[in-house]
């Protein structure tokens, strides 16, 4: 069986994906669960990451978000058996590509897959939808009445994180990074209360924001990164979309959660200050943060896959891509050009 893998020769050289011939899988131990996998998400390789936490290796397997059919069980496994239909994440320091036939995995990071779901959504939902359940629910606490601000929510993380507020009777607000993901967000139903535009750098977040909230600030936000310095010291062109995190701290309201995606996140004294005065709190959301805790992780997946069976949500998905275009679509993936998660279909 072939397997895609990420081969990066030396740190800071730009990764290459590359299919390997696998060896035989070892037999099925006793909390294993043996899963001919009919679909599997593409994601962001972390390198940097993995260097940190010592995980780096000459081939890192790629592909962690599977759905698929159990052909065998360990003999202690007691959630699955042969024939059931499961969904899973697969641990940050797997062994297993996702982007195979068949794969060993722990009974713990998998879950049963509702009847009604796809293999696709299935697989192409759980990396963003535990994030985003892992935003609204453990983090910021969303309830019905709180105001939302979801930036870019035209994203695949995005579209949930908004779907899911939504649900939860929250109003939402969101920014669009181009005339076309404002077009999707006005399209989405129920309807998201404000889309802020600010592709041309014109429209002021933390103005708009305060004007739909009458002054008061918004509950909670949820970022998709933010600019720490002035705009001349910013390099790339998506840095110039990211509201400064001095307009996070002015919109939001007193009491807020401010849910940020930047690791390197720099709160100078008066940043702080500011902060303290309207009793808001920050936290980091870790695109990893299901590896924290398996037992979270499968009622995480268990809620989010029921709530998609019931069209709570509908995922931000492309077309299915078949299996000898991986390498390729990983590629796009890898340089953060798709707009849209990309699924692989065996």
């Not at 713990?108 to 939902?125: D, S």
């Not at 453990?138 to 899911?164: C, E, H, N, R, W």
């Not at 001095?246 to 008066?270: A, K, S």
């Not at 997946?301 to 492309?318: A, C, E, G, N, T």
Request: with cysteine.
């Amino acid at each position: 069986m072939k397997a895609l893998y990420c081969q990066q020769n030396s740190p800071g050289e730009e990764v290459t994906f590359v299919f390997q011939e696998r060896e035989n899988l070892h037999p099925t131990r006793d909390n294993d669960v043996k899963v001919q996998v009919r679909a599997c998400a593409l994601s962001w390789i972390d390198t940097k990451l993995l260097s940190e936490m010592k995980m780096e290796k000459e081939l890192l397997p790629v592909g962690r978000e599977i759905s698929g059919i159990v052909l065998e069980v360990g003999r202690k496994v007691s959630f699955f058996q042969p024939d059931d239909e499961v969904v899973g994440i697969l641990p940050l320091d797997s062994e297993e590509s996702g982007l195979c036939e068949v794969v060993l995995v722990h009974e713990h990071y998998l879950v049963h897959k509702p009847e009604k779901v796809c293999w696709v959504e299935a697989a192409g939902t759980v990396r963003d939808g535990v994030r985003a359940y892992t935003a609204l629910h453990y983090l910021s606490q969303v309830s019905p009445g709180k105001s939302v601000l979801v930036m870019d929510g035209a994203s695949p993380f995005g579209t949930i994180t908004i779907q899911l507020a939504q649900h939860r009777g929250a109003k939402v607000i969101s920014t669009a990074y181009s005339l076309e993901d404002k077009q999707f967000l006005e399209r989405l139903r129920p309807t998201v209360a404000r889309v802020i535009d600010v592709s041309n750098g014109k429209i002021d977040v933390a103005e708009s924001c305060l004007e739909e909230t009458g002054g008061l600030g918004v509950d909670i936000v949820v970022d998709a990164g933010v600019k720490l310095y002035s705009a001349e010291d910013e390099s790339t062109s998506k840095s110039q979309l990211l509201p400064h995190k001095h307009d996070i701290i002015t919109l939001l309201g007193v009491g807020g959660h401010w849910i940020t995606t930047e690791r390197n996140l720099q709160l100078d004294p008066p940043d702080s200050h500011s902060l303290f005065l309207k009793g808001a709190t920050v936290s980091f959301l870790n695109d990893e943060i299901w590896n924290l805790s398996n037992i979270q992780q499968g009622k995480y997946l268990y809620i989010l896959l029921m709530k998609l069976s019931s069209s709570v949500f509908r995922p931000q998905l492309d077309e299915p891509i078949p299996l000898y275009e991986a390498k390729v679509s990983m590629e796009i993936v890898q340089k953060n050009q798709a707009r849209k998660r990309q699924v692989i279909q065996f």
